[in-house]
Each structure stands twice: as structure tokens, then as C-alpha cells.
């Protein structure tokens, strides 16, 4: 950055969690994550419910289905370097008609209650990748150098 004009050298990283006035603030999740300086990014792709092994796990269990793809989540962010306090974005894919209350009791028991909870975007959708998917997350995790 130090050879572009104008461009502020920055020598740490920092993450603002913002809820801006006039926009709904909820505990479970923050309006807008700022990231500035010297970051290392993890990007994790969608998981599902897939074991080590590739078998599906909790089939027709949408709790059961939450808890397989946060621990998947919990090793994905672990070999990018980076934990589950430092996620400031989710996505969240649900299959239609399935119960959104009992997947996210299911995430609140898996993943706590974090002070600084990240931006989050859920959806239902039609299907998943296989028809015995309820659930998919992905997620982009920040962590300042």
C-alpha cells in the first residue's frame, strides 16, 4: 500500500461490528461487519451434512443436519486458520418446509450465543445438492494479523 499516493499504511487489522440507527437490531445477528488493514480472509465453502466419511448424517433431522455442517464449518475454519468468534459472515440455506426454530435451536446449541454475532443471510430454497440435504451454511471469517 506504501507505494500508492495518498494510500494510509495500516499496521493492524480490525473488525467493527456496526447496527446502524434506523435498521433492526437483533441479537442473533449484526446489520454490517467492517473489516480494515491486514486481514487473513477464510472463505469456507457451502458444507452440508456430510461426515468424514461421506455419509449423510441425521437424514430427515434438520437439528440433527445443523450440528453435522457447524461441526463441518468448526474443522473448515480451523485448517484456514481462523474460529468461530472470527466469522463475521454467514449464508444460510434451508430446504423449504423444513423447521427453521429447530435448526436454529440446534445452531444455538452448537455455536452459543457470541457477543459479536456476524452478518447473516438466510433463504429457503426448493432442493440442495442431494435430495436428502436440509441444510447448508457457508461463511467468511476474518482474522487481523
Same mark, same amino acid.
Given at each position: 500500500m506504501a507505494d500508492?499516493?495518498?494510500?494510509?499504511?495500516?499496521?493492524? =487489522?480490525?473488525?467493527r461490528y456496526v447496527d446502524p440507527e434506523g @435498521?433492526?437490531?437483533?441479537?442473533?445477528f449484526t446489520n454490517v461487519v467492517v473489516v480494515e488493514g491486514p486481514v487473513k480472509t477464510v472463505?469456507?465453502?457451502?458444507?452440508?451434512?456430510?461426515d468424514g466419511?461421506?455419509?449423510i448424517v441425521g437424514k430427515g433431522d434438520v437439528a440433527a443436519q445443523t450440528e453435522q455442517v457447524l461441526a463441518n464449518l468448526r474443522a473448515a475454519l480451523a485448517a484456514?486458520?481462523? =474460529?468461530?468468534?472470527?466469522?463475521?459472515?454467514?449464508?444460510? @440455506?434451508?430446504v423449504e418446509g423444513e423447521s427453521l426454530e429447530a435448526g436454529f435451536s440446534a445452531f444455538r446449541r452448537a455455536w452459543g450465543n457470541p457477543t459479536r454475532p456476524p452478518a447473516i443471510t438466510m433463504a429457503f430454497v426448493a432442493g440442495l445438492a442431494n435430495p436428502d440435504y436440509l441444510v447448508e451454511m457457508d461463511a467468511v471469517a476474518v482474522v487481523p494479523l
Open positions: 500508492q499516493p495518498g494510500a494510509a499504511e495500516h499496521t493492524t =487489522g480490525s473488525v @435498521l433492526h437490531k437483533n441479537p442473533a472463505h469456507v465453502g457451502g458444507q452440508n451434512a456430510v466419511s461421506g455419509n484456514g486458520g481462523a =474460529g468461530p468468534e472470527q466469522v463475521v459472515k454467514w449464508n444460510l @440455506l434451508v
